[in-house]
Antibody
Framework: QVQVVESGGGVVQPGRSLRLSCAASGFTFTSYVMHWVRQAPGKGLEWVVVISSDGRNKYYADSVTGRFTISRDNSKNTLYLQMNSLRAEDTAVYYC???????????WGQGTLVTVSS | SSELTQDPAVSVALGQTVRITCQGDSLRSFYASWYQQKPGQAPVLVIYSKTNRPSGIPDRFSGSSSGNTASLTITGAQAEDEADYYCNSRDSSGNHWVFGGGTKLTVL
């Protein structure tokens, strides 16, 4: 069955870096567009970034442009999110999700919590 | 505009019908999808491409769209439908995705 499992969250000080991973299984990872979506505590969903199936095209939300970098290793069926210069407002649960068809999210991971605090 | 607007909260009596709406200019060009999220859980797709329902989603959930407004309708709401609901689409560029602010549904 389709699974995406996030890891790498934790507590980090403002200005520091963190890398999230998302391990995919149960589907042909190389064929799918993948995203990171986040949710601050008690808040709504916020789309963060998308990467094309071949990794060539990436688009970022304005709130993370220049600080976050998405990548994927199709040989390892793994998606990454490198987060630099972290801010308190980046505190959130980060979800890995894939899109299909007209761009709807059909599978989501359970999320990994990132807390930016001194 | 890259925004999708939802009412923050809606309530419905058990067994009655409720409509949750989502407004945004990008809905004129791109399909809306809808997600249900219960506390402590990941979002779950309930409607895609405006009107389609994934397998396993009860047929009391339906979607529609007209102009710049997409709607999620629950016909005969059940207690287990109490959750937050989010609409989603792309922005006008087609390269960014955007979520509505979410609607908290209370089943009375």
């Amino acid at each position: 069955q389709v699974q995406v499992v996030e890891s790498g969250g934790g507590v980090v000080q403002p200005g520091r870096s963190l890398r999230l991973s998302c391990a995919a299984s149960g589907f042909t990872f190389t064929s799918y567009v993948m995203h990171w979506v986040r949710q601050a505590p008690g808040k709504g969903l916020e789309w963060v970034v998308v990467i094309s199936s071949d990794g060539r095209n990436k688009y970022y939300a304005d709130s993370v442009t220049g600080r976050f970098t998405i990548s994927r290793d199709n040989s390892k069926n793994t998606l990454y999110l490198q987060m630099n210069s972290l801010r308190a407002e980046d505190t959130a649960v980060y979800y890995c999700a894939r899109t299909v068809g007209n761009g709807y999210f059909d599978y989501w991971g359970q999320g990994t919590l990132v807390t930016v605090s001194s | 505009s890259s925004e999708l607007t939802q009412d923050p909260a809606v309530s419905v009596a058990l067994g009655q019908t409720v409509r949750i709406t989502c407004q945004g200019d990008s809905l004129r060009s791109f399909y809306a999808s809808w997600y249900q999220q219960k506390p402590g859980q990941a979002p779950v797709l309930v409607i895609y491409s405006k009107t389609n329902r994934p397998s396993g989603i009860p047929d009391r959930f339906s979607g529609s769209s007209s102009g710049n407004t997409a709607s999620l309708t629950i016909t005969g709401a059940q207690a287990e439908d109490e959750a937050d609901y989010y609409c989603n689409s792309r922005d006008s560029s087609g390269n960014h995705w955007v979520f509505g602010g979410g609607t908290k549904l209370t089943v009375l």
